[in-house]
């Protein structure tokens, strides 16, 4: 009963950022010769295409007090996202980060300045009681003072019935250590939030292949009951506390345009079902049609993403 009155159906807590991808396929940031522009950041992602997808949607968020921060504002005004909780600063320009074009996991170089100066009294417990889902990612735990105020948030959120969520996308060059983001990690999970990883992201947070038995292990075992490992073309796997392990196939595609933002499309798919109280095997079969409409797209989803709202 208590999701009737809550109103925001996702919260999303982190880094919104401008994305230079590459114009060249395949190569790497060495051989790239020119850039497009497009609106980034993992949390950001998840919250315009919940937006798009007709849940009220809003991105708690710090830019600078330049163009690029315009820029952010205006393309997630424009689709329905709620930016009344995105934080304009002086003295540090919004963050950018140089993106290759890939098929696979891309290669990137980032310049973090604004994003990660999320402060406390950006998320008030009125927000936060009026939440479904508080969403945040690694990247966006990886840096102070967005940190200390993302955990703290999170407790407060769990306490006050939402329920939390995060996409584990560890990269080495975020951090100050491997030790400090598994430290970080674990008190996330305490939460028990809904984790989505990817085989890369678990590669290079333990720096060497884990049997996917022992990857859910690791989360079981600090307090979450649903892990969701997507493994690129061959699909996805989703374990329950429990319960036998869900494996579903990825969806056929002819031709991969541009892989950044996949697992944000598949999340947001996921999430948006799991808003919509559906059962976990069609949460992930949203989820997958989303991600393979994103393969197939450069930049954001096209415009037609909203017919998924009507498959439910």
């Not at 307090?223 to 969806?251: F, M, N, R």
């Not at 996949?262 to 799991?274: E, I, N, Q, T």
Request: charged letters at 25%.
């Amino acid at each position: 009963m208590k999701n009737l009155i809550k109103d925001i159906d996702i919260l999303c807590v982190g880094e919104v950022l401008v994305d230079f991808i590459g114009h060249q396929t395949g190569v790497l940031i060495n051989n790239t010769r020119d850039y497009h522009r497009y609106l980034g950041g993992s949390p950001a992602n998840v919250a315009m295409n919940s937006a798009r997808l007709g849940l009220t949607s809003v991105m708690v968020a710090t830019v600078g007090d330049d163009g690029f921060g315009e820029y952010i504002f205006k393309r997630l005004k424009e689709v329905g996202v709620n930016t009344n909780y995105i934080e304009t600063i002086k003295g540090k320009p919004t963050s950018v980060i140089f993106v290759s074009k890939t098929d696979s996991t891309p290669d990137f170089i980032p310049f973090r300045k604004a994003d990660s100066s999320i402060l406390e009294d950006q998320i008030s417990s009125n927000l936060l009681s009026n939440t479904k889902i508080y969403h945040t990612t690694c990247f966006a735990l990886s840096k102070d003072p967005a940190q200390t105020t993302i955990l703290k948030k999170a407790e407060e959120a769990f306490n006050l019935g939402c329920k939390l969520s995060i996409d584990v996308n560890y990269a080495k060059k975020l951090w100050a250590s491997q030790e400090e983001a598994l430290k970080v990690i674990k008190s996330y999970c305490k939460f028990n939030p809904l984790v989505k990883i990817s085989e890369d992201d678990m590669l290079r947070l333990f720096e060497k292949e884990l049997p996917h038995e022992d990857i859910f292990n690791f989360f079981h075992s600090y307090g979450v009951d649903t892990v969701c490992l997507t493994l690129g073309s061959k699909g996805v796997k989703l374990s329950q506390k429990g319960k036998d392990i869900i494996q579903l196939p990825a969806i056929k595609i002819d031709l991969v345009q541009d892989a950044t933002g996949a697992g944000d499309a598949f999340w947001s798919g996921f999430l948006f079902a799991y808003i919509k109280n559906k059962p976990i095997e069609k949460c992930l079969e949203v989820a997958l049609q989303l991600a393979a409409l994103k393969l197939q797209n450069v930049g954001r989803l096209p415009d037609n993403i909203n017919i998924l709202s009507e498959l439910l």
